[in-house]
C-alpha cells in the first residue's frame, strides 16, 4: 500500500504475466453512496487509456469488479517533480523539465483534455529519468462526454490553480498553461508566486495580485511568466505549442 484516500487505495503491485511493477489503483464499490465518483474514476482511465504519448502516464487496464474498480497504471521509480524541487534547480534544468511538461499537456490537449490539477505531486519521473503527467482525476473533455462536476464547484489545488479555475467559472487548456506557468515560477525561484495563510486567500491572489518578479540574475526570462502567468486567458500562451517554443530557447540560452 502507498497511498489511501476515503474510498481508494493505491497499491504498487506485480503483474502475474511478466513481473512488470505497476501501481494499481483501486475505488472499494461497497463505500460509494456517490454514483459520480464511480464515473469519474473510470472516465480518468478511459481519457488516458486512449493515449499513446511518452509524456503522459501508460494505462495498461481498467474496469469495474463486483467490489471495485481498479486502474493498472505506469510506476514511476523515481518520484515526483515536488520531491526534485527540495533541491535549488538551474534555470536550464527547470526549463528541460517545463519541456516534458509542456509536451504533455500538448498530447492530453490534443485529445480534448484539460488537466485542471496540474501541479509538481502530479508530474512522475520514469527509472530514466523522463518525465510523465499523471493523475487525471479531476479532468475535463472540452468535446463530448460529461464534465461530471457542477457549475461553480471548484476542483484543483489552489496554489497551481488559474483565475477564472478558481473563480469557478469555465476553464479550457489555457487554464493549464496558467499551472504550468506556476510550476515554472517555482523552479525558477524555489518558491511559490502566491502564497496566504487560507485556500481563498490564494484564490485571491491569483485573481487580483500582479505578477511577482523574478530575482535580477534570472529577469529575462520575466516575459516568459508574465505571458504563462497573465490573469486573461487572452494574453496567454494560447497553446502549450507556444510555451515549448520558449521553453526550449530558453533551456538552450537562447533567451
Known sequence: L?????????FLAERGSDGLSLVLKTLDLTTVTDSTLVDRFIQE???IASLNSPFVVKIYEYGLTKKFGFIAMEFFPRGDLKQRMERRLTPDIAFSYMSYIAYGLEA???IGIVHRDLKP????????DTMALADFGISKKMQGGSDLTTIGQVLGTPHYMSPEQGEGKPVDFRSDLYSAGIILYELLTGQKPFTASTPAAVIYQHVHTEIPRLPL????YQPIVDRALAKDPGRRYQTAREMIIDF????????
Open 2 to 10: 502507498i497511498g489511501q484516500g476515503a474510498m481508494s487505495q493505491v
Open 45 to 47: 482511465a478511459e481519457m
Open 108 to 110: 492530453i490537449h490534443g
Open 121 to 128: 505531486a502530479n508530474i512522475m519521473f520514469r527509472g530514466d
Open 217 to 220: 540574475p534570472i529577469s529575462r
Open 248 to 255: 526550449e530557447a530558453a533551456e538552450q540560452g537562447n533567451i
